[in-house]
């Protein structure tokens, strides 16, 4: 579909996905991801940021932003890590909307569909991963760290890192960043005012690649940013004007 910039009213989006040595997974991906552009129900486009790849990702990317239209890229000077590729994308779309998909299709882009009905009534659509079908350690340590933040912080929140999410692209870039910051987005959307919507979502297992995840750095990296959200919550600052001053027109003074 014909990508269309923010500064139209027509509704569009932008949709990040986040590559770290994934060469083995992006023509599977845009297989999956291009019936999705077909249904669309706004001028949609995919933002690979390369978040400093060593395999030939960035290669592959390239090759498929050269043969289809509806794809970009923009690739960092070295590896971040998510957070950073995530604000990276953020900061670079223009759209109305962001989405969010990681590319080793364990979530399916066209379940973005069954997100469109929501918006705008809520400012963020996230989804619940139903049967996941990741291994005995991923489970576990995923439910460990996501109990941990809901008690810490009460979000409400029942499967914060589920990797397929849209958001409202105005609230999107206020979002305070971190790292660590993509385990908190719902809960940094509510810290605005912003609604938060919960679908539930299929899941598959990866096919390609490996998880750059294990069970400490899922454990102690949620431990850690638990508590710098739960700091950065009590100092944030939100407020609403209630009265100001009508607008006048100054006339010319006359000597």
Known sequence: ????????????????????????????????????????????????????????????????????????????????????AFKAGIDYAKTTYIGYIDSDLQTSPLDFLLY????????????????????????????IANSFRRRMIQDGIA????????????YAKRVPFFTGMHRFLPALFQLQGAKVKQIPVQHFERLAGYSKYHLFNRLWGPLQDTFAFRWMRKRYIRYQIAEQMPKTTLQPQHD
């Open 159 to 170: 499967d914060t890192g589920c990797p397929l999410k849209i958001m409202d692209a105005a």
């Open 116 to 143: 469109f009905p929501y918006l705008p009534e809520y400012q963020m659509v996230n989804g619940i991963r139903q049967k996941r079908k990741d291994t005995f350690v991923k489970k576990i340590s995923s439910k």
């Open 1 to 84: 579909m014909t990508f269309i910039p923010s500064n139209t009213q027509e509704p569009s989006l932008t949709v990040i996905v986040p590559v770290y040595n994934e060469e083995e997974c992006l023509v599977r991906f845009c297989d999956a991801m291009d019936p999705f552009l077909e249904q669309s129900p706004m001028p949609t486009q995919v933002l690979f940021v390369n978040d400093g790849s060593r395999d030939n990702s960035l290669r592959e990317i390239k090759h498929i932003c050269n043969t289809k239209s509806a794809y970009s890229y923009i690739s960092l000077d070295k590896n971040y890590g998510l957070s950073t």
